[in-house]
Each structure stands twice: as C-alpha cells, then as structure tokens.
C-alpha cells in the first residue's frame, strides 16, 4: 500500500522556523518529483515547493521563495520542508504528494496523483 505520512506541524510565532518531514512507503519515487500543497480554511490547495528525484530541480510558489526550501533523501525515503521566516498567511493544512508520472518537474495539483492526509501549521502574530 503506498503511503505518505507527513509530521512536524504545530503552532507557532511568526517570524520562527519549522520542518515539515513526509514518510513515504510502499513504493519507490526516486524517480518521481514530490511535491508540498497547502490549504487554508476556504482557500483551494495551491502550490508550494516541488522537487525533482536526485534535487537536481525545484520549484516554489513566489509566496514561499527566500523562506521555505524543500528537500528529500531518497536514501531514507523521505521529504522534507524548511520553513523559515514564517507568516500568519502561511497557516493552512500541508500536504505532500508524488507525481504521477516520473522524471517531470510538476506544479499544478492535478499532476499529482499520491496524497498524504496533511499536517496543520498555525501561525500566530
């Protein structure tokens, strides 16, 4: 059964840091770029990083570029999510996701056909 698990949300301040981490399993997505979306309460999911296997490529929305960096270790078949310099407007639900097809750098939510069941970060002022 293929999963993705992510962790590492929580409340805290602007201006703080946290990672976000996403365990994957059941098969390997070396090949296949991962991505993070969120969703605000009733906001649709958008995009927020996405990496291709090997990190020879990313992607990030220009609301997150300079602040967040992604990351995966294919090794330990996990991704991850740096996120610095935090804002209110960053609360929402975050989730991981691989791509469907491999060795495509891809943006758009329909592109990504494995979901994890999110994590919440909640930043406060």
């Known amino acids: 059964q293929v999963q993705l698990v992510e962790s590492g949300g929580g409340l805290v301040q602007a201006g703080d840091s946290l990672t976000l981490s996403c365990a994957t399993s059941?098969?390997?997505?070396?090949?296949?770029?991962m991505g993070w979306f969120r969703q605000a309460p009733g906001k649709e999911r958008e995009f927020v990083a996405a990496?291709?296997?090997?990190?020879?490529?990313?992607a990030y929305s220009d609301s997150v570029k300079g602040r967040f960096t992604i990351s995966r270790d294919d090794g330990k078949n996990t991704l991850s999510l740096h996120m610095n310099n935090l804002r209110p407007e960053d609360t929402a639900v975050y989730y991981c996701?691989?791509?469907?097809?491999?060795?495509?750098?891809?943006?758009?939510?329909?592109?990504?056909?494995?979901w994890g069941q999110g994590t919440q970060v909640t930043v406060s002022t």
């Open positions: 996701a691989a791509a469907r097809f491999p060795l495509r750098l891809v943006t758009t939510r329909s592109e990504y056909g494995v």
């Open positions: 059941g098969r390997r997505f070396s090949s296949y770029c």
């Open positions: 990496i291709m296997w090997s990190e020879s490529e990313t």
